[in-house]
């Protein structure tokens, strides 16, 4: 008697590409963890075709699946076939020459060449969620020609790959609470009116722009840090209030809107737009709001004391800056937030106490 054959039966459409076959499909969730491999992680690079599976992303997007189950969205993960598959079109012209099924013995290996992660995650979010298995995610097919041409399949897919700048993502996102308000503020409060750089996350020389949004991202995430508000627009009053107060301090902020200085001369020659700087506000700013409205926007008044110039070496070389350029780390957020505390008459908390000893005494030395 013939040997039974079983086989993986795919809805597909064939296509060219570099003058080889390849195949579009969808398939089950469910059928992701069980169908396709990834290489061992002990494998050297050299003999594996894709990156090593970095364990703590995959929480992140699972959540992600389960968080959004009417909204989440995968780009299609590609795999290739090493094994026997053959393609039944519906017919011999035309476009039912492309679609049909794809045959795969089910002694064939199936190997992610991008998307990994994606695998994983959804093998996590079945775990919770049962009801997802039915849903289904684009797979691109490739037969197999080996490990050199899996590894080169990775190099070309992730060749051109760039991620979008951070102040685009947070633009383009309307799940995240924080996001929307950090576009709400830089739209409507006088201090960042017409002064947001909403796309990119870096300025150049000539920008017209004083702020990236990630940079008052963060420094609106800074200011709320702890704060329970369950409201959107209060929390995005409490925060244009406060930067409002802040811009009537620094007088350049609006030089720049009244067109007196350019956000260029300004970024060239002042630390306070930077957002190391407005990072530092927001951390200050938090213990401030929780003070009586009249006081802290009396204390705010004190900022103006402050010299902002970046050739105040004195002041910021070490803290805000290293070597004469700005630096973001954690600990200089820290130092550059104790000089803004110290103006505000606001204490120092224990790890600022530290981090400031350590600083003093390598000043010393």
């Known amino acids: 008697m013939a040997e039974a054959k079983f086989e993986y039966v795919f809805p597909a459409i064939r296509g060219i590409q570099a003058q080889r076959e390849y195949y579009v499909s ?5 059928l992701i963890p069980k169908i396709f491999l990834f290489d061992e992680v002990e494998l050297v690079p050299e003999f594996r075709a894709q990156r090593i599976l970095n364990k703590a992303r995959i929480p992140e997007i699972s959540r992600y699946i389960l968080s959004n189950r ?11 076939v090493d094994g026997e598959i053959h393609f039944s079109p519906m017919g011999t012209a035309g476009e039912a020459s492309r679609l049909g099924a794809l045959h795969v013995d089910m002694s064939a290996r199936f190997i992610i060449n991008d998307g990994q992660h994606r695998r994983a995650a959804i093998e996590s979010a079945l775990a919770n969620d049962p009801t997802l ?5 684009a797979v691109v097919f490739f037969v197999d020609r080996g490990l050199e041409r899996s590894q080169q399949m990775f190099a070309d897919l992730n060749r051109h790959a760039v991620r979008p700048s951070r102040s685009l993502g947070l633009l383009y996102d309307h799940r995240s609470d924080l996001s929307k308000l950090a576009k709400l503020v830089s739209l409507k409060s006088e201090a960042f009116k017409d002064v947001v750089e909403m796309e990119r996350s870096t300025l150049s020389e000539r920008s017209r722009k004083l702020f990236t949004l990630s940079s008052i991202y963060t420094a609106c995430a800074a200011l709320l840090e702890g704060a329970e508000i369950s409201d959107g627009e209060h929390a995005a009053q409490i925060c244009a209030a406060y930067w409002n107060e802040v811009g009537k301090r620094i007088p350049e902020w609006g030089y720049v809107r009244e067109s007196k200085m350019t956000a260029g001369e300004v970024r060239r020659d002042f630390i306070h737009s930077h957002a190391i700087v407005l990072q530092a506000l927001g951390v200050a700013g938090r213990e ?3 003070l009586p409205e009249n006081t802290w926007k009396k204390r705010l008044h004190s900022l103006s004391k402050i010299n902002w110039a970046r050739s105040n070496a004195k002041v910021w070389e070490g803290r ?10 954690s600990h200089n957020v820290t130092l550059s937030t104790n000089v803004i505390k110290r103006c505000l008459g606001l204490e120092l908390g224990p790890e600022e106490i530290r981090v400031e000893k350590a600083f003093l005494r390598g000043r010393a030395e």
């Open 26 to 30: 969808m398939c089950p969730l469910r």
């Open 70 to 80: 009417k909204g989440y969205v995968f780009s299609a993960i590609t795999a290739s």
């Open 133 to 137: 298995s039915d849903e289904t995610i």
């Open 288 to 290: 401030l709001i929780r």
């Open 320 to 329: 805000a800056m290293v070597g004469g350029r700005v630096s973001k780390s």
